[in-house]
């Protein structure tokens, strides 16, 4: 959204696209007041604002001839060229420069269903056995074709947790959050009875958004409870989302508390409308056996024994 300012520091606040080199990159971002000239082109003062949730980042296009998951390459540097990096960055002589924040279109993912250049451009298809991605194949079944979505429910202030088909989000991306991803900021589950759900990118528009003025949005993340929040994401007319980290503003995250935690939740699971026996130890199957229960925040969600 604002301009920003690369400031030397051994600390650099996460970035889905920069996860590997936090742990050497000699700078942090901080926003400026003046807003990008990419988001005014966007028409960023009529763009929807959505809660930026903390997870990674997910796709479902096809593969194998039906719709699949797709995961974030999670690709590393040897020591060889974390060295090189390390150089060209200490080699930058300038790190107080006005950068434009980067933006990503969501068109750009749109109607890509050829395996090698998905695979080329960083995604790579969730098998169900995937001992890498195993937090990612557990909220999909591809026998009944479904995943467990985290979405709003039909009435207000409620959350739902519920089995959704993938073809009903193909061509999406959406983030997956839970037990192990990220140190887990909302809380679900435990190391014994892990939980995981995917949650479509733009699921939960800000209903009361700040200006768009950098002291106002500080403002609103401090002192608003739906300011409890990783970040803001503004989804625009022409498909470009424009995003906004509290490390931007030099706001702590995560908290102790969240926006996404301080609401009650419902599961709604019919296991009699699918065709299939789900494992015991699956989500699913413990998902469906909690049909109908409410619980007043995400991270009181227990399985029976």
């Known amino acids: 959204l604002f301009r920003v300012i690369f400031l030397k520091s051994s600390y650099m606040p996460h970035d ?9 990159q000699p700078f942090k971002v901080l926003a400026t007041e003046a807003i990008t000239g990419k988001a005014l082109e966007a028409d960023i003062y009529n763009a929807i604002p959505t809660e930026k949730v903390d997870g990674t980042c997910c796709y479902v296009t096809t593969y194998k001839g039906q719709p699949y998951l797709w995961a974030r390459m999670d690709r590393k540097p040897n020591k060889q060229a974390e060295k090189r990096f390390k150089r060209f960055l200490y080699s930058l002589e300038d790190y107080n420069k006005g950068f434009f924040k980067p933006l990503y279109n969501s068109k750009r993912r749109s109607k890509v269903n050829i395996g090698p250049i998905l695979v080329e ?8 056995n995937s001992k890498q991605y195993c937090w990612h194949s557990s909220v ?6 479904i995943a467990l979505v985290l979405k709003h429910h039909a009435d207000p202030g409620l959350l739902e ?3 959704v088909p993938l073809s009903e989000i193909l061509e999406q991306t959406l983030e997956l959050i839970g037990t192990n991803i990220n140190a887990n900021p909302y809380g679900l589950g435990s190391k014994k009875q892990p939980v995981h759900l995917l949650v479509p990118h733009g699921a939960f528009e800000i209903k009361n958004p700040p200006t768009l003025k950098q002291t106002d949005i500080v403002s609103w993340f401090e002192g608003c409870n739906e300011g409890k929040v ?7 007319r022409d498909g470009c989302l424009i995003k906004l980290h509290r490390h931007h503003l030099g706001l702590h995250w995560p908290l102790a508390e969240t926006y996404l935690n301080s609401q009650p939740v419902v599961i709604s699971f019919n296991r009699t409308k699918y065709d299939c026996d789900f494992e015991p130890k699956s989500l699913f199957h413990r998902f469906s056996n909690l049909d109908g229960r409410r619980f007043d925040r995400l991270k009181d969600i227990k399985f029976d024994a």
């Open 16 to 24: 889905e696209g920069l996860k590997y080199l936090s742990s050497f």
């Open 121 to 128: 451009n960083g995604w790579v298809p969730v098998e169900k």
């Open 140 to 145: 999909v079944n591809y026998e009944a074709e």
């Open 161 to 163: 947790i519920s089995p």
């Open 230 to 236: 990783e970040g803001i994401v503004w989804h625009c």
